[in-house]
C-alpha cells in the first residue's frame, strides 16, 4: 500500500513538473541566448499552427502573391505607392510586396480597406523608405513616411526615415514622424526606424516589433498602443534639451494600452535620458530583462511636471542591467516588479500574439 502511494505521489510529481515546463515555455526566457529558440517553439510556420491561428488568417497566408517594386524599371512598379494602389480594396489575400534597394522618395500610406500586405527588402541590401513631411505641413501623426492603417501588416528588413531637420527650437511644427502605425496585428522584423521628435506613432491596436533599430531624441515612441518590442535597439540622438524615449498616452485605467520592451537595448550618444515622460495621465510601460548605458538618467521617470499624475502611472522595470538600470536614485514614480507582477508581461499572450504573429517572411522570388 505504502508503495502505491509512493508510486502515485512521484506520478503526481512528473505531472507537475511537466505543466510547470509547459507554462514556463510561454514566458519570454531570462537568458538573451535563449530567445531565438524560443521565439522559433512559440512561433512555428503556419502549417504547424493552423489550429490556434485567427481563420482569416491562415486562409489568405496560404497563396501570397508577390509583387516586385524595384527602381531600374525591372520588377512591375517603381515606386511603391503605384505597387499599394494596385491592391484591390477590401483585399483578402496575402501581397507581399518585395521592394529592391534604394531610396523611395515617398509619402505612403496603406488605408484601412487594404489588409494583409507586407512590405519585404533583402536583410543585406534594405530599402530606405523616406520622406520629409513636418507637424508644421500634415500635423503630427500625419507627417509620417509610413501610414498603415490596415490590419494584418508586416514589414521586414526595411529602413523608414523622416529626412526632416533636426528640430532646433526655433522652427514651428518642426516634429516629424517617420512611422505611424494604427491598423491592428502589425508586425515588424529587422527593421530600422529613423526621426527626431516623434520617430514612431504606435498609434494604437496590437503591435510586435522584433530585431528592430529606433532612433530618436524626443518622445521619439508615442501613442496608445498595446505592442511588445523584443530585442530592439532604443537609439537616442545627443541633444541640448530634454531627451526622453517614451511618452505613452494612456488616459484611463480602463483604457486596455501599454508599452513592453524586453531584451531591448537602450543606447545613445547624449546623456541624462530619461526613459519615459508621464505625457497623459495613466500611461503603462515595462522595461524587463534590457540593457541600459550609463547615460540613462538616474531618475529614470519623470511625470512631466504634473505631479497630480505621480498616483495613476504605471512604470515598472523588471531585471534589467547595465549602469543605467541602477535603481538607486530611481524616481518614486518607478516600481521595482517582482516575478509574479512581471510574468503576464512577458509572453506572446499580452498582444494575443499566438493568434497572429508568424515568422519573417522568405518570400522565394521568380527571377
Not at 24 to 48: M, R
Amino acid at each position: 500500500m505504502a508503495s502505491k502511494t509512493r508510486i502515485f505521489i512521484i506520478e503526481v510529481t512528473i505531472l507537475l513538473a511537466l505543466l510547470t515546463i509547459q507554462v514556463a515555455s510561454d514566458e519570454i526566457p531570462a537568458n538573451k541566448e535563449q530567445v531565438e529558440s524560443w521565439f522559433k517553439t512559440n512561433v512555428g510556420p503556419l502549417n504547424t499552427r493552423e489550429k490556434t491561428l485567427d481563420p482569416v488568417l491562415v486562409t489568405v497566408e496560404k497563396v501570397a502573391k508577390i509583387v516586385k517594386v524595384m527602381q531600374d524599371g525591372s520588377g512591375e512598379f517603381k515606386t511603391i505607392n503605384d505597387a499599394i494602389k494596385s491592391v484591390p480594396t477590401g483585399n483578402t489575400k496575402l501581397v507581399i510586396l518585395y521592394i529592391g534597394a534604394g531610396n523611395y522618395k515617398e509619402k505612403i500610406k496603406i488605408e484601412k480597406d487594404k489588409p494583409f500586405i507586407t512590405l519585404y527588402g533583402e536583410p543585406k541590401n534594405m530599402p530606405n523608405l523616406t520622406f520629409g513631411g513636418t507637424t508644421q505641413q500634415y500635423g503630427t501623426v500625419d507627417s509620417a513616411t509610413l501610414i498603415v492603417e490596415a490590419d494584418y501588416f508586416v514589414a521586414a528588413n526595411v529602413i523608414i526615415s523622416n529626412s526632416a531637420p533636426k528640430p532646433d527650437g526655433k522652427r514651428l511644427g518642426a516634429q516629424a514622424t517617420a512611422l505611424r502605425i494604427s491598423g491592428d496585428r502589425a508586425t515588424f522584423y529587422n527593421c530600422k526606424i529613423y526621426g527626431f521628435q516623434g520617430t514612431v506613432c504606435d498609434d494604437r491596436n496590437k503591435h510586435f516589433f522584433k530585431d528592430c533599430f529606433i532612433q530618436g531624441i524626443v518622445d521619439y515612441i508615442f501613442g496608445s498602443g498595446k505592442s511588445l518590442y523584443l530585442k530592439t535597439e532604443l537609439n537616442t540622438v545627443a541633444d541640448t534639451g530634454i531627451t526622453v524615449i517614451v511618452a505613452q498616452a494612456r488616459i484611463s485605467e480602463d483604457e486596455d494600452s501599454a508599452y513592453v520592451f524586453v531584451h531591448c537595448y537602450l543606447t545613445e550618444s547624449g546623456s541624462g535620458t530619461f526613459l519615459v515622460r508621464a505625457w497623459f495621465t495613466h500611461p503603462k510601460v515595462l522595461f524587463a530583462y534590457s540593457t541600459m548605458g550609463n547615460n540613462i538618467n538616474k531618475e529614470g521617470w519623470n511625470n512631466n511636471n504634473h505631479p497630480e499624475r505621480d498616483k495613476t502611472v504605471k512604470f515598472g522595470e523588471y531585471q534589467n542591467k547595465g549602469p543605467g538600470a541602477d535603481p538607486k536614485g530611481r524616481s518614486p514614480l518607478a516600481h521595482q516588479l517582482t516575478p509574479e507582477e512581471a510574468k503576464p508581461y512577458l509572453t506572446l499572450d499580452l498582444i494575443e500574439g499566438s493568434k497572429w504573429i508568424l515568422p519573417p517572411p522568405t518570400p522565394k522570388l521568380v527571377a
